[in-house]
């Protein structure tokens, strides 16, 4: 059986944020640990979409005997869907923040929620590339805020990585870890806060001298992938991994970052650069490091 607690409700409120592909996961794994939970979104089809993908999930895990109906029925009884924002902040002990990836959004809404909840209450951001500083630079409590920063599909991955801002206190950070284990998952805390965190920026480095590697002529974008995944024991190449993720997502990333630093090393690379703006973005567009067919089977480098 997983890490649930259908019969041992834990103390504590917690309020996620934003119901989309992330928010809807981690509010789950709230649940299943024992929390009371309220799932906010502004838009209600969100919130009908993230219900429906949650019953999917937990049906499958019933039907493979991984959780008993009385688990998952008691978890769907602790998460509460809403878009009434004010109503479910005022007892919230922790929020979670999932909403979009835009620093002004993330900066309001932890304005608005420094104000709404109780002056215990912890803010966290689940955002996978900006700081606690900046993110809760508008809330009189820069004690209280940190990132709890979950990994897709957060039902299923066990890494959190807890980061704090100089401002963050200690007592936040072993509440936020605390939590981060209650959950049945790792916490990886970063001691000062970076763009990125770590996972993320490893992946990145790696990513980077992989098309370093492939503009120097030195080797396919095959065979870079092959000696990844057969001499580093990774499940995928770089470049594989890109066309799955989205060459978008990972050029965004990189514009987000040398807009911070400046610095032209963390400009998008020439190759990617002229795939992103051909269009081709992965096996979303049928092409990007690879071309796909329709159903989606790799046919060759691109
Ligand atoms: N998708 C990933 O792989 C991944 C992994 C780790 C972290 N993250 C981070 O998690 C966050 C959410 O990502 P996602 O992939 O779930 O996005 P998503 O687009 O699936 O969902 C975002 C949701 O936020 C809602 N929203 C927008 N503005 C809001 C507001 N002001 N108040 C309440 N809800 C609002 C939207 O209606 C939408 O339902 C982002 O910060 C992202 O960087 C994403």
Not at 87 to 106: M, N, R, S
Request: hydrophobic share 40%; proline share 3%.
């Amino acid at each position: 059986m997983e890490n649930n607690a259908a019969d041992t409700p834990t103390d504590g409120r917690i309020l996620v944020v934003g119901a989309g592909a992330m928010g809807s996961q981690i509010a789950m794994a709230c649940a299943l640990a024992g929390y009371r939970v309220r799932l906010h979104d502004i838009a209600e089809e969100s919130l009908e979409k993230a219900r429906a993908n949650l019953t999917g999930v937990m049906e499958r895990r019933v039907a493979k005997g991984r959780l008993s109906q009385a688990e998952s029925d008691a978890a769907f009884a602790r998460l509460e869907s809403t878009t009434d924002l004010d109503g479910a902040a005022v007892d919230a002990d922790v929020v979670i923040e999932a909403a979009v990836e835009k620093l002004e959004v993330k900066q309001d809404l932890f304005a608005r929620l420094d104000t709404l909840c109780p002056s215990h209450t912890i803010l966290a951001s689940n955002s996978s590339s900006f700081v606690p500083s900046a993110i809760g630079a508008r809330t009189e409590r820069p004690d209280r805020v940190c990132n709890l920063h979950f990994f897709n599909p957060a039902l299923v991955m066990k890494c959190v990585e807890v980061v704090r801002s100089p401002d963050t206190s200690d007592a936040t950070m072993d509440a936020a870890v605390a939590l981060v284990e209650r959950l049945g998952k790792e916490a990886v805390v970063l001691n000062k806060e970076i763009n990125g965190f770590v996972a993320n920026r490893i992946l990145g480095a790696l990513r980077d001298e992989a098309v370093a590697l492939l503009e120097g002529g030195y080797a396919s974008v095959s065979d870079i992938d092959k000696a990844c995944r057969t001499a580093l024991g990774h499940p995928m190449g770089p470049f594989e991994l890109q066309d799955m993720t989205g060459l978008d997502i990972g050029h965004a990333v990189k514009q987000g970052r040398y807009a911070e630093s400046g610095d032209p090393a963390d400009q998008p690379q020439r190759s990617l650069a002229e795939r992103v703006e051909a269009g081709h973005l992965g096996r979303k567009t049928g092409q990007g490091w690879y071309r796909y067919d329709s159903e989606g089977n790799k046919l060759g480098e691109a």
